[in-house]
């Protein structure tokens, strides 16, 4: 059964004071007393644009919810070296068992949204959305999308389940574009399925394969040069929508884009980003 976004962030967090706390924080249960309390700031020590923030009072309240938060920047500012995002208070073990966890959080959340600000940017004046991919961190994927989407790219499907995308291989095993097309919209036809139907292409010729057979709502112009990318649009004349994706780096995004595409999808906003650097310290 598909879950919603708050289960699956429930579930992740579930996972991950598992795998950090297991039968309990002895470090900290053996110096510091239940009775201690204390403060902490999140500091950041890098430029960037800050994601997290939510999530982050939410592993705040899921592992004690006494602790209360004093919140001065919120997911997507603009953030600098020297800024305080928020000040947490409470018992001294919570503060200590929960730092980690959130900073974790926070610091991939915001070096995804501050890459994808920096693609965003590159497309000022143009049409063209940047599309992230499931080339995410397994269990970490619905965080990393709203990472992007704080940075102001758009998520493409979360998963297998909430669109059809006929790539290369399904294509290959299907036998054929016309085989893959018609039986996804059989598919969701015997299964009332309202599903939007992406297609990739690899050349002009899969193209006008496609074009022939009609049915989906995208086509996905695969490792295409700008040439052809720009000679494909003219072709769909905005009969589908258009995404282009393959290779395409931060240095030939608008080149791309100039090209008229609608989407261009960029799998280096998630599977390759360094985190950015903040820290939780004791104030």
Do not use: W
Request: hydrophobic share 35%; net charge negative; with cysteine.
């Amino acid at each position: 059964m598909k879950k919603t976004e708050d289960e699956l962030i429930e579930d992740m967090l579930n996972t991950a004071f598992s795998e950090d706390i297991g039968d309990g924080d002895h470090t900290t249960l053996c110096c510091i007393p239940d009775t201690a309390m204390g403060k902490a700031k999140l500091l950041v020590k890098e430029d960037g644009v800050l994601a997290g923030v939510d999530i982050a009072l939410r592993v705040f309240k899921k592992f004690d919810p006494e602790l209360k938060v004093e919140v001065l920047m919120h997911d997507g500012d603009t953030i600098k070296k020297g800024d305080i995002v928020f000040y947490v208070e409470g018992k001294t073990q919570s503060l200590l068992q929960t730092e980690r966890l959130v900073l974790n959080l926070m610091q991939r959340m915001s070096g995804i949204a501050t890459q994808t600000r920096k693609y965003v940017k590159l497309l000022d004046g143009l049409h063209t959305r940047v599309l992230d991919t499931r080339k995410t961190t397994p269990g970490l994927r619905i965080i990393e999308k709203m990472a992007v989407k704080i940075g102001g790219g758009v998520n493409h499907r979360i998963g297998l389940y909430d669109m059809i995308l006929l790539k290369d291989n399904h294509v290959d095993f299907a036998g054929g574009i016309d085989k893959a097309i018609n039986r996804a919209k059989q598919y969701c036809k015997d299964n009332n399925k309202d599903l939007k139907i992406e297609i990739e292409v690899r050349n002009m010729d899969e193209l006008e394969q496609v074009m022939k057979v009609g049915g989906v709502d995208r086509i996905m112009l695969d490792n295409f040069s700008t040439e052809l990318t720009r000679k494909a649009v003219e072709r769909i004349g905005g009969k589908y929508e258009t995404e282009s994706s393959g290779g395409i780096t931060i240095d030939t995004l608008r080149s791309y884009a100039e090209c008229g595409v609608d989407f261009i999808s960029v799998g280096a906003l998630t599977h390759s980003v360094k985190g950015l650097d903040l820290s939780l310290k004791a104030c």
